[in-house]
Nanobody, 123 residues
C-alpha cells in the first residue's frame, strides 16, 4: 500500500512558477514510476509527466520545456517544477504511482493516487 500526499499548489500570475511536491509513504517508493496528472473543471484527467524508476522522464506536449519532473528516493518524494505558467494550466494536480510500462495516459494503469492540489494561474 502506498499513500500519496500532494502539496505546493496555489494562485500565481501568468508567467510565474510553482513547485509541487508529492510525498509517498512506504518503503517501496523507488520501485514505482511516478507521474503527475491534472484535471480542469468539466474536463477529463490528463497526463502531464512521468519519471520512471531509472530516472528517465517523459512529458505531455503541452508542458514540455516548461515543466520538470524529478524524484528523490531518499525522501520518498516526487516534484513537479512548473515555470512559465499559463491560465490554461489551471487545474487540480494529482500524483500517481504505477509499475510496468505502456499506456502513460491511461489512468487505469496507475495503482495509487493522491488527493490533489489546486493550481490557479491568473491572466
Amino acid at each position: 500500500q502506498v499513500q500519496l500526499v500532494e502539496s505546493g499548489g496555489g494562485l500565481v500570475p501568468a508567467g510565474g512558477s510553482l513547485r509541487l511536491s508529492c510525498a509517498a509513504s512506504g518503503r517501496t517508493f523507488s520501485s514505482y514510476s511516478m507521474a503527475w496528472f491534472r484535471q480542469a473543471p468539466g474536463k477529463e484527467r490528463e497526463f502531464v509527466a512521468i519519471v520512471w524508476t531509472g530516472g528517465s522522464t517523459y512529458y505531455a506536449d503541452s508542458v514540455r520545456g516548461r515543466f520538470t519532473i524529478s524524484r528523490d528516493n531518499a525522501k520518498n518524494t516526487v516534484y513537479l517544477q512548473m515555470n512559465g505558467l499559463k491560465p490554461e494550466d489551471t487545474a487540480g494536480y494529482y500524483c500517481a504511482a504505477r509499475r510496468g510500462s505502456g499506456g502513460l495516459d491511461n489512468i487505469e494503469r496507475y495503482d495509487y493516487w493522491g488527493q490533489g492540489t489546486q493550481v490557479t494561474v491568473s491572466s
